[in-house]
């Protein structure tokens, strides 16, 4: 089983609101990712966690705060989010020490 | 034929004829590549990946190329089906534990033909 489940699948929200994007994953990975993929680009890398710890932030605003409660689980928190960051994003998972990340099918979030 | 779009370089093939998906990377100290496939709604869908010390490996139906000597990479895949359309990705890395990073080619569309 190479699933990644992420909840929502779509989400709309407004500058002023704040949401949660969840991902989870069984297959054992201890490294679990958020990318954001803008339409016709590839998946731009934003957090790494590896053992639950958040090992990479490729200088994301603050406006995106990160989670992973346990190795199975990883949120990514959303609050007073501009236009500029309605994106699909995805996210992913692998074995720490080898670099297959797999996908899951991502959330479409448009921020009004 | 092949032609470059406003964002991606965009490859028509006819259903049951073969595609060469090109890929030039840009780290000479890169030892690990590997392919993505994206159809449209879904994340990236791994399919094949090769390392340095290899030139050539096969899959199901596809089969990757490197070259590098000139940094190259290509992703043939036999027999073009119309569920082969989709946006294909190259990824380069190094294998250093605790890299976890992958760099992204820009990608290529694939439009398959009936």
């Known amino acids: 089983d190479t699933e990644v489940t992420q909840t929502p699948k779509h989400l709309v929200m407004g500058m002023t609101n704040k949401k949660s994007l969840k991902c989870e994953q069984h297959m054992g990975h201890r490294a679990m990712y958020w990318y954001k993929q803008k339409a016709k680009k590839p998946p731009e890398l934003m957090f790494v966690y590896s053992y639950e710890k958040l090992s990479i932030n490729e200088s994301v605003p603050s406006r995106f705060s990160p989670e992973c409660p346990n190795s199975s689980l990883l949120n990514l928190h959303l609050h007073a989010l501009q236009p500029e960051d309605s994106a699909l994003y995805l996210c992913?998972?692998?074995?720490?020490?080898?670099?297959?990340?797999?996908f899951g099918a991502g959330t479409r979030l448009s921020v009004l | 034929g092949e032609s470059v779009g406003l964002h991606l370089p965009t490859l028509s093939v006819q259903e049951g004829d073969n595609s060469i998906i090109n890929c030039a990377y840009s780290n000479s100290a890169s030892d690990y590549f590997i392919w993505y496939k994206q159809e449209s709604g879904k994340g990236p869908q791994f399919i094949i990946d090769i390392r340095s010390n290899m030139d050539k490996r096969q899959g199901q139906r596809v089969t990757v190329l490197l070259n590098k000597t000139v940094k190259h990479l290509s992703l043939q895949i036999a027999a073009t089906q119309p569920g082969d359309s989709a946006v294909y990705f190259c990824a380069e890395t190094r294998l250093t534990y605790g890299n976890n990073r992958l760099a992204f080619g820009k990608g290529n569309q694939v439009v398959v033909i009936p």
């Open positions: 992913a998972s692998s074995h720490v020490a080898k670099n297959i990340q797999y």
